[in-house]
């Protein structure tokens, strides 16, 4: 279902996500820079230590004018006890609907584990100016300091 990733310049997709106040419009953000980071799964360890560490930066994105948005296929509810369990303070939001969001982004991809080949979500991250136009985008990202660079790459707008 994927339709190619997005690369620089492409328009943030007009695409709705399951947020746990309701539905979250992407095209909504225009107007702003925005941050759309993309996980594969709530409360493993590699997802924790990305959400904590945007959380930790949380402050410093809203200062320099950035939403920050984390996605998973996980549901609202999922995200609620992920969010609480670990004190995150970014919102997450859940694409429930046969991949539409992850397939307009190109994060849903064909991965392998122990030679087995399966449908998942690339660990991904994509800034986005004001212009609701994508200005870069981080692909296969290790969570080590990434959060630092997206804040870096974001302040430089």
Not at 60 to 89: I, Q
């Amino acid at each position: 279902m994927s339709e190619g990733p997005m690369t620089e310049g492409d328009a943030i997709p007009d695409v709705t996500l399951a947020g746990a106040d309701g539905p979250i419009r992407l095209a909504d953000y225009r107007g702003a820079p925005l941050v759309v980071y993309f996980y594969p799964k709530d409360d493993t360890p590699g997802c924790t230590r990305e959400a904590q560490d945007f959380s930790v930066l949380a402050a410093d994105f809203a200062a320099a004018g950035v939403a920050v948005l984390g996605v998973s296929k996980d549901s609202p509810a999922k995200h609620a006890k992920f969010a609480a369990k670990h004190g995150l303070t970014i919102p997450l939001a859940s694409d429930d609907d046969a991949n539409t969001v992850l397939g307009a982004f190109g994060a849903w991809q064909e991965k392998s584990l122990y030679g087995r080949k399966y449908m998942g979500i690339d660990r991904s991250t994509f800034l986005f100016g004001a212009d609701g136009t994508l200005v870069r985008a981080w692909r296969k990202v290790k969570v080590a300091g990434h959060a630092e660079q997206v804040l870096a790459a974001a302040r430089a707008l």
